[in-house]
């Protein structure tokens, strides 16, 4: 006699839930209306979706987090990044980065602009925040520890904000950028990291003009 198959159901795991997320607003174009809804559809429990988030706000902003760690485990996974310099690894951070919402463009390009309020679409981003900042203080701190004088040393709270601000500049450009292969968002970050580490080395000039060119020149063409 032949072992009857289980049906019992494998519960999902938090990327299997996130999946799930992404896939109900991209092909119905809105967030789910309820949870209860959403895990039915889903064949998983309101116990099982609670075990990883606590609402969908909280699902949104994991969406985020978890773009910005799979991006860090991609740049830890290269042994040379250890050995980079700083600007080197913000410019690898920000192509990395951009690579990662590139594959899960749709779902970005949905994410910032469902409500009309443009603070409510914001607000997912403050966990992603969080981390850029942490990130970029990180930087700063061992290029600061290298400084024999504490006048050398830059304000790291500065700086880390200076990179969120780039960030979002960034994400801005790279949503309207219909360049083939998002190529001009690609100069954007290469020249962007540049003047950002120029401002702080003390020789903003060249660098910034450089930036501030290749700006007019987009918003003229």
């Not at 699902?59 to 760690?69: G, M, P, R, V």
């Not at 700063?140 to 304000?155: A, R, V, Y």
């Amino acid at each position: 006699m032949s072992a009857k198959k289980s049906t019992t159901k494998k519960a999902p795991n938090r990327d299997q839930v996130i999946s799930a997320y992404m896939q109900y607003c991209l092909e119905h174009e809105k967030s789910p209306i309820s949870v209860y809804k959403f895990c039915k559809e889903n064949s998983f429990t309101e116990e099982q979706f609670y075990s990883f988030f606590g609402s969908f706000e909280g699902l949104q902003k994991e969406i985020w987090n978890s773009f910005f760690d799979s991006t860090m485990k991609l740049l830890h996974k290269q042994k040379e990044f250890e050995g980079f310099s700083n600007q080197e690894k913000m410019l690898s951070f920000f192509f990395t980065f951009f690579e990662m919402l590139t594959a899960n463009r749709s779902y970005v390009l949905f994410a910032l602009s469902e409500k009309k309020d443009m603070m409510k679409n914001m607000a997912q981003l403050k966990g992603l925040r969080g981390h850029i900042k942490e990130f970029a203080s990180e930087l700063i701190e061992i290029k600061n520890d290298e400084k024999q004088f504490n006048i050398l040393k830059h304000p790291v709270s500065v700086f880390s904000e200076g990179a969120w601000l780039q960030t979002l500049f960034i994400l801005k450009y790279w949503m309207e950028d219909t360049s083939p292969s998002f190529e001009k968002t690609d100069v954007v970050i290469e020249k962007s990291v540049r003047a950002i580490f120029d401002v702080f080395e003390t020789t903003p000039l060249e660098s910034l003009l450089d930036f501030g060119k290749f700006l007019w020149k987009e918003k003229m063409n």
